[in-house]
């Protein structure tokens, strides 16, 4: 069994990224989510591979050390059929989708943004175009609860910038996600417009790109710091 997509400097699950104590895989959780079910299918996995630790990053990523071997195409197919891998390897680099820990859960929060994750996950895993994105693209919801993400958290080392940051907020006639896009872009969209507006953004960024033809893929907020000096922005914008 060989590694199913080419190596890349983050970490993944569909190659192998050597480190000092071998063979490491990273396991991607979209919105950080860990059923029961998922969480026996990695213990039987690391009890195969005679591994005792798993690690969490500050992404909400599972990784898994010291791996003896590339996993066999059944080991694929099982993290696949319990959501723990993507259904397209040539996804598997980009950032996972961020959201806070204690989403659904907490009485403080706006507006429960799991669905929301789940809904950008299914709109990624079937549009494989998307794989052109580089790995630092990252998306993340912040649903205002008393737990923030991105740098809404009152502690800077917590602070997780995200390439697209949706942020709840209450306007005077309802709930709406707060889009600063780098700089603040006073732009507020309604939730249910949130996969829509990334479809959109993420497609503007790769036509860009591909205009461009670079060798090293911009970020977006490079991108968007260039448009800052051509454009004259609106105040507040609702979507």
Request: glycine share 6%; proline share 8%.
């Amino acid at each position: 069994m060989t590694w199913l997509t080419q190596p890349n400097p983050c970490p993944g699950l569909f190659y192998g990224t050597f480190a000092l104590d071998g063979l490491l895989l990273r396991l991607r959780l979209s919105g950080g989510y860990l059923n029961r079910r998922q969480g026996k299918t990695i213990a039987t996995l690391l009890e195969q591979w005679d591994l005792e630790r798993i690690q969490v990053t500050n992404r909400a990523n599972l990784q898994i050390r010291s791996v003896p071997k590339a996993p066999s195409l059944e080991v694929y197919q099982r993290l696949q059929a319990q959501g723990l891998a993507s259904h397209n390897p040539h996804l598997d680099h980009l950032r996972n989708l961020m959201t806070s820990p204690t989403a659904g859960i907490d009485s403080q929060e706006l507006i429960d943004t799991r669905p929301l994750i789940q809904a950008l996950d299914a709109y990624i895993q079937s549009h494989p175009q998307l794989s052109a994105l580089p790995p630092k693209f990252s998306i993340g919801i912040d649903g205002g609860g008393e737990v923030g993400i991105g740098l809404r958290s009152i502690l800077p080392w917590e602070h997780r910038p995200n390439e697209l940051q949706f942020s709840a907020v209450r306007l005077d006639d309802g709930i709406y996600l707060h889009l600063p896009l780098g700089n603040d872009t006073q732009v507020f969209i309604a939730p249910e417009n949130c996969v829509p507006l990334v479809a959109a953004l993420t497609k503007v960024y790769l036509d860009y790109v591909n205009i461009q033809q670079s060798t090293k893929k911009p970020r977006l907020k490079q991108i968007l710091a260039v448009s800052y000096t051509h454009l004259t922005l609106p105040t507040k914008r609702i979507v």
